[in-house]
């Protein structure tokens, strides 16, 4: 069946770093988004992004952020200067084309700045 | 602003008993999709509801979406420790951005 991948599962950095979380949407998706959800709290929406540009972006989602899509698989999500506050699973979504089609969801990548 | 407000937060129960949580909003959607999160792991679709009052069930879990497609209901039967999660209820707002609830944490005792 296929399935969102994100990838690294877990990455620790220092503040002040760049970071650079990949996500393989499911391949005939053309909807993707980006998630963030802190410890034990709700998850955030961050940035959607169809036909190869943002269509919205969150206040979360400063100059800090980008996004890319690389090649025609890999979606990118990039925080230039890492803060603390930035720790968190971070969740990429894919979602095909239509009226009411579902996300699915990847396993998320564990970012922890220290 | 179109939230997803769900009830209750937390929700502690003894093994094979019943339950019922709920996902609320002043807004219409135009679908509402239930997921189930394991700590640590990311949101596993259970199911979508797009019809005003479409029941949908899967094994012990029914899901219900209001007739005026504001809110929406799960409701467990006989619960199971497996069960245990955090379930959330999420849909698409009018550009297309999928909002999530805040979820119900549900732990079923043995």
């Known amino acids: 069946e296929p399935e969102v991948t994100q990838t690294p599962s877990h990455q620790v950095t220092q503040m002040g770093q760049e970071v650079i979380l990949r996500c393989v949407p499911i391949s005939n998706h053309l909807y993707f988004y980006w998630y963030r959800q802190i410890l034990g709290q709700k998850v955030e929406f961050l940035v959607s992004?169809?036909?190869?540009?943002?269509?919205?972006k969150s206040e979360i989602f400063d100059d800090q952020f980008s996004v890319e899509r690389p090649d025609g698989s890999n979606f990118t999500l990039k925080i230039r200067s890492t803060k603390l506050e930035d720790s968190a699973m971070y969740f990429c979504?894919?979602?095909?084309?239509?009226?009411?089609?579902?996300?699915?969801f990847g396993q998320g990548t564990r970012l922890t700045v220290v | 602003t179109q939230l997803l407000e769900q009830s209750p937060q937390f929700l502690s129960i003894q093994e094979g008993e019943n339950l019922t949580v709920y996902c609320n909003s002043s807004s219409v959607f135009s679908s509402l999709q239930w997921y189930r999160q394991e700590p640590g792991e990311g949101p596993v679709l259970l199911v979508t509801?797009?019809?005003?009052?479409e029941v949908k069930k899967l094994k012990r879990l029914t899901f219900q979406f209001g007739d005026a497609r504001k809110d929406s209901s799960l409701h467990i039967t006989a619960a199971q420790p497996g069960d245990t999660g955090l379930y959330l209820c999420?849909?698409?707002?009018?550009?297309?951005?999928?909002?999530f609830g805040k979820g119900t944490r549900l732990h079923i005792l043995p």
């Open positions: 999420a849909g698409p707002n009018r550009d297309d951005k999928i909002i």
């Open positions: 992004f169809y036909n190869n540009e943002i269509s919205e």
């Open positions: 979504a894919s979602r095909r084309d239509g009226e009411n089609t579902e996300a699915f």
């Open positions: 509801v797009v019809t005003g009052g």
